[in-house]
Each structure stands twice: as structure tokens, then as C-alpha cells.
């Protein structure tokens, strides 16, 4: 009977294992494959983003909405969008020309808020990267052929972001966690906010912290999120999850 019993809990084991093995690519943590951020057709949003592009049926690619090996954004039109870094960038960069920066209301020049908006800047390229889509202001499936000259590779699609997943909308970052500004020189002056050196509350298995996080100093829409979907431990692409807020309090000293 006991054997019997263990061969059966043998089975459930490996039953569950495979299901999750199949659900694996959406977990986080476990790569870009089949995540939101996987707009391809076979394993990713089924097409749903391809509007006004020909689907890519034959290779069915993941990078390339936002990656190519060949003909990517040149540097000088990276330079005329405003970007600084565009790691092989192959989607059509954001159009907004002027951002709204986050702006809690305060008037107080003596408050230590005052001091961030002071130091407030436009998103840095990593976010403007994101924001290539998010804002709105490109569609989604707007890419390939920089310049390149090779006929029809170049997609442009028609459906564009939008609802939650919009975010900057219009350019319109106010209303967002502050992100394109100096992280140290905020920390050297509120004592609230813990030093860049610490880990990363929560589940963080690779012990990144604040600093790795950073872009020049600057913390931006990558600070929070892993657009790979690598080395997060939280859906959404954050870096921890935000249970019992230990994405906040990584930073806050709250
Ligand atoms: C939805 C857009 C998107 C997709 C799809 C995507 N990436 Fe990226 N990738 C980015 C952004 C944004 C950055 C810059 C942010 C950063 O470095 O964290 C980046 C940075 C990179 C970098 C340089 C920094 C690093 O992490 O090494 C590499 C290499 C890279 N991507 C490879 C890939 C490969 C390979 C794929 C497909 C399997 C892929 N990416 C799919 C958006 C994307
Ligand atoms: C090529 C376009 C593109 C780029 C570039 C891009 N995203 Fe996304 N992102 C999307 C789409 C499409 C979705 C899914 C929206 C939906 O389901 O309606 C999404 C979803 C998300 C989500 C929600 C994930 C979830 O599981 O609900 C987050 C968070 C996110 N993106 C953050 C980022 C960040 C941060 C960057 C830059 C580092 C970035 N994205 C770059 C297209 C993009
Ligand atoms: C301070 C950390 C932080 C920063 C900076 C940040 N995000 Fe997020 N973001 C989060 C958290 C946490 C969530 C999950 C919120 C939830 O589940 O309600 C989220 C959710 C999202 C979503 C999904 C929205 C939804 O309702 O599901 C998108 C898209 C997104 N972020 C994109 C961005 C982009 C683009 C930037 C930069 C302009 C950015 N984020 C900057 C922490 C951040
Ligand atoms: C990577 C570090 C980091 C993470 C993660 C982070 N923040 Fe922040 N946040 C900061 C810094 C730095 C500031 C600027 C604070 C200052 O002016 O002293 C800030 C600003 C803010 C402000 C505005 C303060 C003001 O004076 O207007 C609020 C509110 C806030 N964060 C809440 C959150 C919440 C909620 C989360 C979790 C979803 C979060 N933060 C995650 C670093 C972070």
C-alpha cells in the first residue's frame, strides 16, 4: 500500500512539475518568452499588437519589436529623438517633444521635496526607451528598417498603447513615481531614503541593489522594472514584489 501511495505522489509530482514548465516563461524570473513583453505571435500576445504590420509568421521573433542585429536606429537620429542609449534599438523612438514631471504640489522652498523637483530632470534615454511605447506616442509595432533602405521591412503599426498600460501619456509624467533624477544626491540629503549600497528588500536571490539599479546616478523606469523578465522576483517585471511594500521600502526608510 505505502508503495503504491509513493508512486502516486512519484506522479502528482511530476504532472505538477510539467504544468509548471509550461507556465514558466510568464513567471517571474524565468526570461522574456511569453511575458507581456513577448509581442510575437506563437508565444507571445498572439498578434494582438500587430495591427497595420504583416504578422511574421515564418521567424515569429521576440526581440525585434524592440532589437535588431542589423540596420537599427543610427546614432544621429538617436541623437535628434533624444536618446543617449539605444542598444540596438529598432523600435520608432518616442515623438513627445516636452514632459510634464512629476509635481506633488508643494510650495515650500524649504522642504526637502522642493529640493527633488530642483533637481528633477527630463526621463532619462533608458526610460525614454520604454516610453517609446508607453507614452502613447508611437504605436507598438512601429519598427525595423532605420534608414536601411531594404523595402518593406520597415512596420508601421497602428495600435497604440493605451488605458493602464499608458503610462506618460501625452508626455504627461506628473503623476507618476519620480524617475530622471540624481538617487544620490536625493539620498545624500534625506535621510528617509536608504543609501544606494543596500540590497533590495524581499526575494532577491542575485542581491542587486540600489546601485546596479541606477543609470548615471539617476533612477528611472528601469530602477523598478526588468523589461527582460530575468532577474525579478515580482510579476509586473519589479525587481522584488511589492508585498508588504518591500519595493518601497528598498529605498524608503519608512
Ligand atoms: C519590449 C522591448 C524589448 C524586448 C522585446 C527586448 N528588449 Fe532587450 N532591452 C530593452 C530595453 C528597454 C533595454 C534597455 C534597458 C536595460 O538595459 O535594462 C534593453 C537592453 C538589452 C540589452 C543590453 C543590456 C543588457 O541587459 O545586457 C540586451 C543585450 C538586450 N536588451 C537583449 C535582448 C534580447 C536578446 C531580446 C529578445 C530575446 C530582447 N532584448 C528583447 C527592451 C526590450
Ligand atoms: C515595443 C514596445 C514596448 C517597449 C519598448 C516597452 N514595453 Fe512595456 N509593455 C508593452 C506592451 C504591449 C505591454 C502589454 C500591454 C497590454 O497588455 O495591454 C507592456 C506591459 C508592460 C508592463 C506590465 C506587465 C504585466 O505583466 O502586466 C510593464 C510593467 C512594462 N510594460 C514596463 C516596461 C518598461 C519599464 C519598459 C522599458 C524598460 C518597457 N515596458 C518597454 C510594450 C512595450
Ligand atoms: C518606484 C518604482 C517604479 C518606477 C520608477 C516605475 N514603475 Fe512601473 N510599476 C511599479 C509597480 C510597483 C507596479 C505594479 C503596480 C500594481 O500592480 O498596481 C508598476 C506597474 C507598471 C505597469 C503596469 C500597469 C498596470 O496597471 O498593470 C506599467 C506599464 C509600468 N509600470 C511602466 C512603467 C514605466 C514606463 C515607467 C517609467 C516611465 C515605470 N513603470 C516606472 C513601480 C515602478
Ligand atoms: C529605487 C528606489 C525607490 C523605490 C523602489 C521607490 N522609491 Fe519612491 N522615491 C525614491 C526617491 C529617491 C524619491 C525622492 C525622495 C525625496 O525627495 O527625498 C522618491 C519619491 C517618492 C515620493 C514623492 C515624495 C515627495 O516628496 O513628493 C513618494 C510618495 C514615493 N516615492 C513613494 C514610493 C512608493 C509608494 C514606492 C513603491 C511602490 C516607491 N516610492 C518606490 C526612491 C524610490
Given at each position: 500500500m505505502k508503495k503504491h501511495i509513493s508512486l502516486l505522489l512519484l506522479i502528482l509530482g511530476i504532472l505538477v512539475m510539467s504544468s509548471t514548465m509550461v507556465m514558466a516563461g510568464a513567471d517571474p524570473g524565468t526570461g522574456i518568452k511569453a511575458t507581456s513583453h513577448d509581442l510575437s505571435t506563437a508565444t507571445g500576445r498572439?498578434?494582438?499588437?500587430?495591427?497595420?504590420v504583416a504578422a511574421d509568421?515564418?521567424?515569429?521573433?521576440?526581440c525585434i519589436y524592440c532589437?535588431?542585429?542589423?540596420?537599427?536606429?543610427k546614432a544621429a537620429d538617436a541623437a535628434s529623438a533624444g536618446l543617449t542609449y539605444y542598444p540596438l534599438w529598432n523600435h520608432d523612438p518616442s515623438t513627445t517633444a516636452t514632459w510634464s514631471l512629476y509635481d506633488n504640489g508643494l510650495d515650500d522652498s524649504n522642504f526637502e521635496s522642493q529640493r527633488l523637483q530642483a533637481v528633477l530632470t527630463d526621463p532619462g534615454s533608458v526610460s525614454k526607451l520604454c516610453l517609446s511605447c508607453h507614452d502613447g506616442s508611437a504605436a507598438v509595432s512601429s519598427y525595423g528598417n532605420y534608414n536601411s533602405g531594404i523595402a518593406g521591412s520597415k512596420h508601421t503599426g497602428t495600435k497604440f498603447i493605451d488605458g493602464r498600460f499608458g503610462i506618460g501619456l501625452g508626455g504627461d509624467l506628473s503623476n507618476h513615481h519620480p524617475i530622471g533624477f540624481d538617487y544620490e544626491f536625493v539620498a545624500s540629503i534625506d535621510d528617509e531614503i536608504r543609501d544606494s549600497s543596500n540590497a533590495l528588500l524581499g526575494d532577491n536571490p542575485y542581491g542587486i541593489t540600489i546601485r546596479e539599479l541606477l543609470f548615471g546616478d539617476k533612477m528611472e523606469c528601469a530602477t523598478c522594472h526588468d523589461v527582460h523578465n530575468?532577474?525579478?522576483?515580482?510579476?509586473?517585471?519589479?525587481?522584488?514584489?511589492?508585498?508588504?511594500?518591500n519595493l518601497c521600502l528598498s529605498c524608503h526608510a519608512k
Open positions: 498572439g498578434g494582438a499588437w500587430n495591427a497595420g509568421p515564418t521567424l515569429d521573433r521576440i532589437h535588431a542585429p542589423h540596420h537599427t536606429i530575468t532577474k525579478n522576483t515580482g510579476t509586473k517585471f519589479t525587481w522584488v514584489a511589492d508585498t508588504n511594500s
